[in-house]
């Protein structure tokens, strides 16, 4: 039996039917019933049919695209979006380029301009990449080193240098205190392809059978010359996220006729793209070149390794050798592109294939993280109270500071103390829920708002953050792009403490920056010894150590509600929240959230959606599959979601209401932005809680199950956790032997390489 809370309160037979069923759930959630739990069903129960569309283990689809924002390639023509339906006749009109977009959208924005400085800057240092032309700089030297290793002359390990420091900026003078959040900023317009560029790549399209309505996208994404661009190289579709290389393929050979071929160097630089874009939505940085080969011979190209070094000569890709020793002897292995080159008798090295976009932020990174590392002692904080943490913060510019939710406290009462020293403090959540969670008088912000949003901290001559104390909350959901543009906008000075719960999924986009930074050393590590209360606090920290135990549940903090089949899942969960949890615990069914594996199969999603709109909020659907007053899932950027209400619809788009803040959703992005949101899978879900969550497991989503997954998925409500449970022995197992896939990224060899190196 799965080791749960204790109890001896009977699970419901066999023959039970339905109805009986969800009355025996609402008995077990009234306060001052029997203090046990149902038993989970037995082993030979069958499971439900078919196979649940699961998300990835690093916070995606299935299918490799981030939740909320991308669907799984079982989607039939849909290229990014969500299952909503299409805008039939009630479908609100217009809302086509002119739309306005939310604030978290200026994100995207903000995020195009820090690139665009991290790349001018490592221009300045290295030189610049031409598209198809000749490679110069840092990129001539990685390919300079492969052909060194293949012509036999070098090992190539001394063209690896570690990089430069980043420029070091002056400490900004002492400013007044930042000013208290504000609300959300004035809606900026969005920035779109000119009509006549969308017509003529529409054109082209249509000539080569693709959707018409990847027009925008496609303009969007490759600028005024799209359309010569498109038809020259008709793999360039590719670029465009959810379009698949057999699409693209078709597409090809519509417009190339027989001058198409498997290997065609247009087809395999645009696949190594691709493949590393997936990568990444997996949550890589970077590949291992063999990895790279063997995906392209998958895809029919004929020869992988000289297609890799094709797209190196390209610049289309980017190729790593990081951990070599620089004095290893001249004698090693050698190979071409892609082989590993180690010492006789050594361990290996890999060489790793990245995108640009994602090596840039990566060294970016390590930069600013070895800048802040490197910060001495500060005298102001010798009057601060004597914790772990302010002891931490005294002597050093970057802590990182680990613990459950519980430990956030901590965090933010560090913040307080630096404001009482007289010290700019500030403290960053991931989410808004998360910020409205803190008990704080200090100021405190999203990332999105700290980073781009008009309500954030002043910043001095140089357009950095006026503080001298940052607290980043959720540090585990920091992808390395959004953490390259947080420290960049840092001064010399400021103190960083990135502080989070290492159990809990990683971010959705790429890299693992805090748990590379924890890896490498980087700086102090202050571990939180405050434990998270109650039932559900406790039943937490045992998965967080692999172990599935007992609690006492007195409250019914905590109730297993055992299914036979997917069907009696979806009946069970309804029925909990819309009525055996607001009875037994006054929490309305809008404050409880229902959290599951993935968004297809027979309880994913999609299906617990479909069953709760119809109880909670029936209506036709007339507004691209959506009603006023359902609950939503908005996908403002890929990996990011923000929970809202339909308030209502016009020509323009669909209006919410998201976390306090109106957004409109123009007609075109409908269908691709937004799901419907009473349930949630556990990657759109980390970074917030509910007052109560009902937690389904039907048998198909066993195999989809880890320790990561079921921590985050158990810790999201605050008061009552309700887990339908139909996945038997496969939860306890999950637990205790499953741990998160691994990611491969470069954080901590830069960070490693740097730290050691001496200080110029």
């Known amino acids: 039996m799965t080791a749960l809370p204790r109890g001896e309160t009977p699970g419901p037979s066999a023959d039970d039917d339905r109805d009986a069923t969800a009355s025996a759930a609402a008995e077990d959630l009234e306060p001052g019933g029997p203090a046990g739990l149902p038993a989970p069903p037995p082993e030979d129960a069958a499971p439900a049919a078919g196979t649940a569309e699961a998300d990835g283990p690093d916070g995606q689809d299935a299918g490799g695209a981030p939740d909320g924002a991308g669907e799984t390639e079982d989607a039939d023509t849909d290229t990014g979006g969500t299952d909503a339906g299409s805008a039939a006749d009630g479908s609100p009109a217009g809302g086509d380029a002119g739309a306005s977009v939310s604030a978290a959208e200026a994100e995207l924005a903000a995020q195009r301009e820090l690139r665009a400085r991290i790349e001018q800057r490592k221009a300045e240092k290295g030189g610049t990449i031409e598209a198809g032309g000749k490679l110069s700089g840092t990129a001539a030297d990685l390919l300079a080193a492969v052909r060194a290793v293949e012509s036999g002359t070098s090992s190539g390990t001394a063209f690896f240098d570690p990089p430069a420091p980043a420029p070091r900026r002056p400490a900004p003078e002492p400013a007044p205190a930042p000013r208290p959040a504000a609300g959300p900023g004035p809606v900026r317009p969005a920035r779109v392809a000119a009509p006549e560029t969308v017509a003529a790549v529409r054109a082209v399209l249509a000539e080569g059978g693709a959707p018409e309505a990847l027009a925008a996208r496609v303009a969007a994404l490759l600028g005024e010359t799209a359309a010569d661009v498109l038809r020259e190289d008709p793999w360039q579709l590719l670029s465009v996220p959810g379009v698949r290389p057999e699409q693209a393929d078709g597409f ?179 989410t808004e829920n998360g910020r409205r969670r803190l008990d704080a008088d200090v100021p405190a912000y999203t990332l999105t708002g ?36 947080l420290v960049e906008a840092l001064p010399d000075g400021c103190r960083l403490v990135l502080s989070g719960d290492p159990g809990v999924l990683w971010s959705a986009g790429a890299g693992r920056v805090f748990a590379d930074v924890l890896a490498a050393r980087a700086c102090p590590q202050v571990a939180s010894r405050t434990p998270d209360p109650g039932p559900i606090g406790e039943l937490v920290s045992g998965i967080g150590i692999g172990e599935l135990v007992p609690v006492e549940a007195p409250g019914k903090e905590v109730v297993i509600v055992p299914v036979r089949d997917a069907g009696e899942a979806v009946h069970r969960t309804v029925q909990l929240v819309a009525d055996s949890v607001p009875r037994a615990f006054g929490v309305p069914a809008e404050e409880t959230r229902v959290i599951t594996v993935g968004h297809g199969g027979s309880a994913g999603t999609r299906a617990l ?19 006023p007053g359902d609950r939503v899932a908005y996908a403002p950027a890929p990996g990011r979601t923000v929970p809202g209400t339909v308030l209502s619809a016009d020509a323009e788009g669909l ?61 999201r409500g605050e008061r009552h956790l309700s887990v339908v449970h139909g996945v038997d022995q496969a939860l306890p197992r999950a637990v205790s032997e499953s741990l998160p896939r691994p990611r491969t990224t470069r954080l901590r060899a830069l960070l490693e390489s740097l730290l050691a190196a001496p200080e110029e």
């Open 252 to 430: 090809a050979r519509a417009l190339l006729g027989a001058e198409c071929g498997p290997g065609d160097e247009r087809r395999t630089v645009a696949l190594v793209g691709w493949v590393l874009q997936r990568a990444a939505l997996q949550g890589h940085t970077a590949l291992d070149a063999a990895e790279v080969r063997a995906a392209l011979a998958e895809h029919a190209v004929p020869a992988p390794e000289e297609a890799v070094r094709h797209a190196i000569a390209e610049g289309a890709v980017l190729v790593f050798h990081d951990g070599a020793d620089e004095d290893e002897d001249e004698d090693e292995d050698e190979g071409g592109a892609g082989e590993e080159v180690a010492e006789q008798d050594a361990e290996p090295v890999p060489v790793l294939l990245g995108l640009d976009r994602y090596a840039l932020a990566e060294e970016s990174l390590a930069d600013g993280l070895a800048r802040l590392a490197r910060s001495g002692p500060d005298a102001r904080w010798r009057d601060a109270p004597p914790t772990d943490l302010t002891r931490a913060v005294a002597e050093h510019g970057l802590v990182a500071h680990t613990g459950g939710e519980a430990a956030r406290g901590e965090a933010v009462a560090l913040a307080g103390a630096a404001r009482g020293l007289g010290l700019r403090a500030a403290v960053a959540a991931y």
């Open 450 to 485: 700290l980073l781009s949003g008009p309500g954030g901290p002043d910043r001095d001559e140089d357009g950095a953050l006026a503080l001298d104390l940052l607290v980043v909350l959720d540090a585990p959901q920091l992808d390395v792009e959004t953490a390259a543009m």
């Open 609 to 627: 959606n479909a069953a709760l709109k119809q109880r909670l909020n029936p209506g036709p659907g007339r507004f691209g599959g959506f009603d």
């Open 655 to 715: 209006h919410l209401e998201c976390e306090g803040e109106r957004v409109l959703v123009p007609k075109d992005r409908v269908e691709t932005a937004l799901r419907h949101g009473w349930a949630l899978t556990a990657h759109q879900a980390v970074g917030m809680r509910w007052p109560a969550a009902v937690v389904v497991l039907p048998g198909d989503a066993a195999g989809a199950l880890d320790r990561a997954w079921v921590y985050t998925a158990f810790g």
